[in-house]
Each structure stands twice: as C-alpha cells, then as structure tokens.
C-alpha cells in the first residue's frame, strides 16, 4: 500500500511557484558546490597559491557582506525581490563562466579570481537577501517552517551530490572546466524564476526618508532584540572560525593529507550527509525538545566535534575528518532552519530585507576576517595550526545562547509544530522585540556555517 503524503507537504509542494523557487535553488546550489572543490584546486593546483592568497581568494568571496550587506537591505525593501534574484543569478553564471576561457587560453591569473570571487559575492549578498525576504511572499505564513526546511534539505541534497560531482569533473577535465558547472546552474535557476507568477508588491519609501535612516531601522530592530542580539553574536564567532576553515581546508587536504581531486569531493560529499540528515531531523526534533532549546543543544552538543579536525591525519584519519564535518554541519542546518523561520515571521514585512540584510551584516561580516586569519596562521604556522585555531573557536560559540534567557526556554511563539502559526495550525501573532524583552519566548538565529556558501 502506498504511503499518503503528509497533509502539510502535500499542500507546501502544491504552491506552483514554490516547487519553481525549490527547483531553481537546486540547480544553483549543485552548481556552487562543484566550484566548492573547483575553485580552491585552481588556485592550490593551477596557479600553486600560498594559503596565505588561499585565504585571501575566500576573503574577497566574503567581503561583500561588509561592503554592501547594510544598505543591499534597505534598497531591497524598495524593489521587487523576484527580478534581483534572477538579475542575481545572471551576474553570478557570468563571472564564474570567465574562468573556463581564461585557463585555456593560458591568461588565468590570481588577480581575475579575486575579481570574480568578490562579484559574485556581491550578486550572493543581494541574492540572498532577497530570497530570505521574497520566501513569505510565495507562501502563507504557516509554511514558512517546512518551506525553509525543504529548502535546507535542497541545500544539503546538493552538498551531498555536488562535491562528488565536483572532483570526478576535476578529475576529468581539470578545475577550470569543471566551473561550467557552476556557471550553468546560476543560468537554469534565473530561467526557472523567471516563471514565478507571484504578484508582489512594491513598498514605496516614506518621503523624506533617507537610505541611512531606513538602514538605521534595519538595525535597530535587530539590536533591539534580546534573542536575535544573542544568536547574532553565537553566529558570528561561529562563522569567524568556520571561515578559518574554509580558507586552508583545501590547503591541509592536498598538502599535508595529499588527497586527489577526487577524494576531495567524495570527502565533503561524506560530511554534508549531517547536513541533510539534520534538515529532515529538525522538525522533530524541535518537536521532541522544543524550539528554544534546539538552538543552543544543536551547537552545544555539535560544536565540540570540531576538535577532531586537526587530529585527523592520513587513512582512517580522513574519515575522522568527514565524521567531525558531518557532526558539526547537522547542528547547524538543525539551527539554521529554527532561526530563518522565526525571522521570515516575527519582522513586518516593510522591514524583511533590512532585517535580514543587517544579521547577514553581522553574522557574515566576520567571513572575510576568519578567511584572512586562517591565511595568515597556515602561512606561518601550517594548516594544522590553523585547524586547532578553529577547534578552539567553536568550543565557543554556544556561550552566548547560554548566557541569553533562551537557556530558560522550552517553547517559542507558535508552538511545537512550527513557527507563526498556533499548534492548531491557525495563524499567530508576530512577537515584538518589546514583548520580548519583557521576557516572552521568542525564536531567532542565524546560521552557523561550516561552508557558508549559500544561505
């Protein structure tokens, strides 16, 4: 007998646009992650980069969100979502598809990669802001749960498949041409936007306003907020040292493990089943522990795996490598989906792009600082000094949801079975940060990120 589809999926998958937002993230994000393997092995192979220009490559990846990720928010909440998401994607599938070209004619140089990687950072800033706000416009509030965990399941489906793909293609083809893959997937995600339907409006700015006041407003409403205050810095120290991470993660795999190509891909193929296993898990398991105490158990409980990253070493060593990533990408893609929901809910909707611009601002912020960190300790002290740097950091990043009142909570607003809405299922009342301060549970977060390349 076959089995029904749940009654909440069923009608989630039944949003035409939504399945066209879910299919398009796919391709996108399977594109990313073939350039996740791709392109630090053409810095590292082709070009013979130090770890310090490693680092500086994930750097300028990440230093869009200190550039522009404050006032992308505030012109955001001026536009419509949908044509910067496919205008987003279009940017991105043309600078990464100068890299093929530019390695076969022997021009290729570190100086182009740091160009298009700090691009399609920008397009990634206004992209994914843009996607974070334009999510409660496609469904109703109520959905807003299963929609982001549907989405984070397409993001670690496609951290399992595409760096496998990504190092057989190297293997191959060699690291540039394998970036085609990337550059495609940015190009059928803008054709598969480009057939949403949804009607959304455009806010028109209070006159007399200026940019620097409704940034202001983004960010107050942030700060002003005691829970959000707390997971923005947990997030931001764990970014700090995920960045570490991914700047000499490359450089230890070939240099000190001497993996090939290959090997890398099905290793960070191996570590991103905790990411899928932690999106179809963190209903449940908000369920079973309550929301609240999902946030600070899920990194609590994870972050001290990071320590077998520096321990590992050849043969079985690799696969305590892959053990600790998996680990430590379940609790975040568990947090990950609690906290995008609780912000997609408890801000009005004038202020999604601002609000989410300003904890991208903050919690992004400290990529490219980790990425140059990490560089600077690989080049003096080795990769594996600049791993135990990263150890330690994640020791740390539970301690300001502990000290925060979400340690004393259980539930959030909206009950068990999902975010915005009241465990009848009916819609709820967003919380304020007023409310909040006078001591009602509230959720927030922002995602702690082993690779930070999408969300």
């Known amino acids: 007998m076959n089995e029904k589809p749940h009654p909440r999926r069923a009608r989630l998958f039944g949003h035409r646009d939504f399945r066209l937002l879910l299919t398009g993230a796919a391709a996108a994000q399977t594109g990313s992650q073939v ?5 630090p092995l053409v810095a590292v192979v082709v070009l013979d980069a130090t770890p310090f220009e490693v680092g500086l490559l994930t750097a300028a990846e990440t230093a ?11 012109w955001l909440d001026r536009m419509r979502k949908l044509p ?15 890299i093929p070209p530019a390695a076969a004619l022997g021009v290729l140089t570190m100086p182009q990669l740091y160009l298009v990687a700090l691009v399609t950072g920008v397009a990634t800033v206004f992209f994914d802001v843009a996607h974070q706000s334009f999510l409660p416009a496609v469904l109703p509030r109520e959905q807003l749960v299963d929609g982001n965990g549907a989405l984070e399941t397409v993001r670690s489906s496609a951290q399992i498949a595409g760096p496998g793909l990504g190092g057989g293609l190297v293997q191959l083809l060699g690291a540039p ?3 085609v893959a990337d550059a495609f997937g940015y190009l059928v995600s803008a054709l598969l936007l480009a057939r949403i339907r949804v ?32 997971i923005a810095a947990a997030t931001a120290v764990s970014n700090l040292f995920a960045a570490v991470l991914m700047a000499v993660q490359t450089v230890f795999w070939v240099r000190v493990l001497d993996l090939a190509p290959g090997a890398i891909g099905v290793l960070l193929s191996v570590s991103a089943v905790g990411g899928l296993a932690g999106a179809l898990c963190a209903g449940r398991l908000a369920r079973w522990v309550g929301q609240a105490r999902l946030i600070w158990l899920s990194t609590l409980v994870t972050a001290p795996f990071a320590v ?14 892959g053990f600790a990533s998996g680990v430590v990408l379940f609790g975040a893609v568990a947090y990950n989906v609690a906290q995008v929901s609780f912000r997609q809910s408890v801000c009005p909707p004038e202020l999604l792009g601002r609000m989410n611009a300003t904890m991208r601002f903050l919690v992004w912020g400290t990529l490219p600082i980790g990425a140059l960190g990490g560089g600077i300790v690989a080049d003096s002290a080795g990769p594996r000094a600049a791993l135990w740097l990263c150890a330690v950091g994640f020791l740390l990043v539970p301690v300001p949801l502990l000290l925060s009142p979400l340690r004393r909570m259980r539930e959030l607003p909206g009950g068990p079975d999902g975010i915005g809405s009241t465990a009848a299922g009916g819609d709820a009342t967003a919380t304020t940060p007023d409310s909040a301060a006078g001591g009602s549970p509230d959720r927030a977060t922002e995602e702690p990120a082993v690779s930070p390349s999408t969300h």
Do not use: M, N, Y
């Open 199 to 230: 009607e959304e409006p455009l806010a028109e700015p209070e006159p007399g306003r200026s940019l620097r006041a409704e940034v202001g407003e983004g960010v107050r409403f942030v700060l002003g907020h005691p829970l959000l205050r707390a």
């Open 177 to 179: 041409l394998a970036i």
């Open 308 to 321: 077998l990253w520096p321990l590992s070493d050849g043969g079985l060593g690799v696969v305590l490598f």
């Open 35 to 39: 350039t996740l393997v791709a392109l």
């Open 64 to 74: 869009a969100f200190l550039l522009v990720g404050l006032p992308a928010g505030a």
């Open 84 to 98: 910067v998401l496919i205008r987003a994607d279009l940017v991105r599938c043309l600078a990464v598809g100068t």
